[in-house]
């Protein structure tokens, strides 16, 4: 049996009759096996006690110590000592643990970091397999609990049954389900040869981009949390990489991060935002920004060796009246205008058109005869009955606009730095594709991870796959413009500026 099969079958076994309280089981037999604490928040009656009760049967011969805090309590009441001073279980529970003064502080900080404390000139060993810790609210501010606080990795809020099928099969349930061990449970040996694999499990780029992101953000938040605690954090995720059948930790498991940054349960909604975010941002990291600059600079470089604006001097139709053309060389006096919007309708074919002229004694403009009417030779002309005709013009100031093949050595640099950047978007390509393969066919299994959380991780993925898509399309047509480039000039409309590349 695989470590996978084994923690899966147990966590079947301790998960029956939890009722909504199976992902704090499986937290907490994570936690264990990282060697981490674990901390349950929620008012009375909603079976926290339950859980350790339950963890014990996930190792062989293990027996859970329950003790009630008290200010005045003493180390050797924390872990049940006989007289020989052998503790009395290996899962403990202490309950209301703010109660704590300041030698139980003391002592539990010893037990999480060397698990073992001194009582006068003895160094006594607690075969601790799992310190599970609970109250009803959070520490009290300024009564030295910081320490302790931080020490304690898995941070996880109870709250009564919400599901009505749940709270009826809760109610009607006749009792405990799990009774007595478990056949597979855990062997101390197992538990030994595990941790000495746990530290071997590897750590990703993707993974320590997506911490680095967590970590900026909880500073941004202003939630504090130590450099030591990250190394706490990290033991947990390749705890779970490795009971997951892994050798190293993947995306999934960075959402078990969530669990175990939050200070005050008003930041679990936005621990877990920034968390899921992080994971869907970075998980499968691509510079994009650096991709997009290089091809704005590809882009500027064809635009500064192909096309050229220069002053110049613009001829235009000279409007008269407001809305009429002049004709130059006319018919006779009484048809010097055509309609500014009669001109614009020419084609190749003539029209009949009305052609006027202005009327100074009535300061107007007249219409008088009909003419067929077609486009001239040149902007600036018309033909009236087959005769070409000169219209009224003026030159403005404006812009000459000059595109220039390029050179074909310099266009061989370009396709090379085309050739270089698909290459890469194509090497992207393959790595998203190959993470897909080799990441996703797990990502809905994770043994402490919700299955739908996936869909964070799946839908980057698929966001990324499009995003270098427009890429290589956007530098393919860069490719073809400077490929289709011709040798011209062109005046540019003095109401509209010349367009790149």
């Known amino acids: 049996m695989s470590v996978k099969e084994k923690i899966s079958t147990l966590l079947a076994y301790v998960h029956e009759g939890m009722y909504e309280r199976e992902e704090a089981m499986a937290l907490t037999l994570l936690a264990s096996l990282a060697e981490e604490s674990v901390f349950l928040m929620g008012p009375?009656?909603?079976?926290?006690?339950?859980?350790p009760r339950r963890l014990k049967f996930a190792y062989t011969g293990a027996a859970v110590f329950?003790?009630?805090?008290?200010?005045?309590g003493t180390p050797d009441e924390l872990f049940g000592l006989d007289d020989k001073g052998n503790a009395k279980g290996s899962v403990f529970f202490l309950n209301d643990i703010w109660k704590a003064g300041p030698v139980i502080q003391n002592t539990l900080l010893r037990v999480l970091n060397e698990k073992s404390f001194r009582q006068g000139d003895l160094e006594i060993r607690i075969p601790i397999k799992a310190l599970i810790v609970s109250a009803n609210t959070l520490p009290p501010r300024n009564q030295g609990f910081g320490a302790l606080w931080d020490r304690i990795l898995v941070r996880l809020k109870i709250d009564n049954i919400q599901d009505r099928r749940n709270f009826d099969a809760?109610?009607?349930?006749?009792?405990?389900?799990?009774?007595?061990?478990?056949?597979?449970?855990?062997?101390?040996?197992?538990?030994?040869?595990?941790?000495?694999?746990?530290?071997g499990i590897a750590i990703p780029q993707n993974v320590l981009n997506v911490l680095h992101s967590i970590r900026d953000c909880t500073k941004q938040h202003d939630i504090y949390v130590s450099?030591?605690?990250?190394?706490?954090?990290?033991?947990l995720l390749r705890t779970a990489a490795f009971l997951n059948g892994r050798d190293e930790i993947d995306l999934m498991d960075c959402f078990l991060i969530k669990h175990c940054i939050w200070n005050d349960d008003k930041q679990i909604p936005q621990v877990s935002q920034f968390v899921d975010s992080a994971i869907e941002n970075y998980g499968v990291a691509c510079n994009f920004a650096a991709l997009n600059e290089e091809l704005a600079a590809l882009r500027a470089e064809i635009a500064a060796e192909t096309v050229f604006i220069k002053d110049a001097k613009i001829k235009v139709l000279d409007p008269v009246c407001g809305d009429y053309y002049e004709i130059l060389n006319p018919p006779n006096a009484?048809?010097?205008?055509?309609?500014?919007?009669?001109?614009?309708?020419?084609?190749?074919?003539?029209?009949?058109?009305?052609?006027?002229?202005?009327?100074?004694?009535?300061?107007?403009?007249?219409?008088?005869?009909?003419?067929h009417i077609r486009k001239g030779s040149s902007p600036f002309g018309i033909f009236i009955e087959d005769k070409e005709h000169k219209l009224k013009i003026t030159v403005q100031e404006g812009k000459q606009q000059i595109t220039k093949k390029p050179h074909p050595k310099v266009e061989e640099i370009w396709d090379a730095r085309i050739s270089a950047f698909l290459q890469d978007t194509k090497g992207i390509k393959e790595e998203i594709e190959q993470y897909?393969?080799?990441?996703?066919?797990?990502?809905?299994?994770?043994?402490?991870?919700?299955p739908e959380l996936a869909n964070l991780v799946e839908s980057h993925i698929t966001a990324m796959q499009n995003q270098i898509l427009r890429l290589e399309l956007d530098v393919k047509d860069i490719q073809n413009t400077y490929k289709t480039i011709k040798d011209e000039e062109v005046m540019l409309d003095p109401s509209v500026s010349a367009s790149g590349i």
């Open 436 to 450: 897909r393969t080799k990441n996703l066919e797990h990502q809905r299994t994770n043994l402490f991870v919700k």
């Open 66 to 72: 329950e003790y009630l805090v008290h200010a005045s």
């Open 44 to 51: 009375p009656g909603v079976a926290k006690s339950m859980i």
């Open 170 to 199: 809760m109610i009607c349930a006749s009792g405990a389900a799990v009774q007595q061990e478990i056949p597979n449970a855990i062997t101390d040996e197992e538990y030994q040869a595990w941790s000495r694999k746990i530290d």
């Open 227 to 235: 450099d030591c605690r990250w190394r706490k954090i990290v033991r």
């Open 334 to 371: 009484y048809n010097t205008l055509i309609r500014i919007t009669d001109y614009n309708k020419l084609t190749d074919v003539n029209y009949l058109i009305l052609l006027g002229y202005f009327n100074s004694a009535h300061q107007r403009v007249d219409l008088v005869n009909s003419y």
